[in-house]
């Protein structure tokens, strides 16, 4: 019979992860133009985002950002590895490093791990061979394990057990 429980190591390093990304969740000094905001869901293998924004508002009379650049990746401690699920740069951005900077950001919360990306679309190859020659043996187009897939299925779970393969 195989248990439900998740190993205690898993558990604890998830749990430490979770509260020094919400203690660091403020907005991140990117450089004179940019900013990030990060996301971390509850879930171990839950949706993490970092957000790049401009400094300067849209308008007078609408004070939100602009998007520089969005990435969306997952991190499961029971596999130690970490997944890129979507990565994208706005046009008049590409090429000033933001996307290899929110590359970089998203290993730091996972040093040590396996990372793989899902497909790669064919306009980015030469993005992704730039970055496959700085970190070697990272970031090949694979399919997540098995609980980042079940976290797909179940994205409004957000406990232990969302983990678990359906």
Known sequence: MESDLVP??????HQLRYLAARWQLNDDHVD?????RYTVARSPVGSREI?????RPRARWDPGH???????????????????????????????????????????????????????MSDARAFWDFVIGRTPGQYRPKKPCRHIQASFRRPGCTHWRAARPV
């Open 32 to 36: 004179g133009d940019v900013f990030a």
């Open 8 to 13: 205690l190591t898993a558990a604890l390093r």
């Open 66 to 120: 602009d998007e520089v650049g969005h990435l969306a990746y997952r991190i499961c401690d029971l596999c130690q590895l970490g997944a890129i699920i979507k990565i994208r740069t706005a046009e008049e951005w590409k090429r000033r490093g933001y996307a290899t900077w929110m590359l970089d950001r998203s290993f730091r919360a996972a040093p040590g791990f396996t990372w793989t990306t899902t497909r790669q």
């Open 51 to 55: 957000t790049l924004l401009t400094r």
